[in-house]
């Protein structure tokens, strides 16, 4: 056997012994933390996007949301949603405020979805108890907001069907910077 053909049956040995080693530990993951099973994946997977296609059963109202909000929002948000202490933004007002030279952002001037609001009370509020409240209480919760900005009638109920056709009054504010898949 040639010098050269030495080497290229060394290198051929070579690479198939990385290679299985590599397909070794490939298998063996780097060893953080442990495997996640599907239904704790489940629990964390509530994202809901505006068309409101993923939003779960569930209804609510403005007067049961104010009992939601006193319960588990005032502390924060203060009274009528308007801000507490410096501790929360404010929720209600500055609607029109955007193009003016002291805009105010919030869930009615700002936010071009009402399903995002139901998304993010229903992941991360109240504050000192995410993913606590009912579906039942994020959707009052989300019509008492949208009712102290006067987005939607007092008297609305919202669910998985009411919820998307809301109209906030930011819907076409923002401008999508890439073009739309046909």
Not at 83 to 92: E, K
Request: proline share 8%; aromatic share 8%; hydrophobic share 40%.
């Amino acid at each position: 056997m040639s010098i050269s053909d030495f080497r290229w049956h060394a290198s051929l040995v070579l690479m198939l012994v990385f290679a299985s080693m590599h397909s070794a530990f490939a298998q063996l993951g780097p060893s953080l933390g442990e495997s996640v099973t599907p239904e704790e994946v489940g629990k964390w997977d509530i994202s809901i996007a505006p068309d409101g296609l993923t939003l779960p059963p569930g209804e609510g109202s403005a007067p049961h949301g104010k009992e939601v909000y006193r319960k588990h929002c005032l502390r924060c948000h203060g009274e009528g949603a308007e801000g507490g202490d410096g501790l929360a933004d404010r929720l209600v007002g500055g609607i029109g405020s955007l193009a003016s030279e002291s805009p105010i952002k919030t869930v009615g001037s700002y936010w071009p979805y009402a399903t995002t609001i139901f998304d993010y009370v229903r992941r991360a509020m109240p504050y000192d108890l995410p993913m606590s409240l009912t579906n039942d209480d994020v959707y009052a919760v989300t019509a008492y907001v949208l009712v102290l900005n006067d987005i939607i009638e007092p008297t609305d109920v919202l669910n998985s069907i009411t919820l998307p056709n809301i109209e906030m009054p930011n819907r076409h504010g923002f401008v999508i910077h890439w073009p739309e898949s046909d």
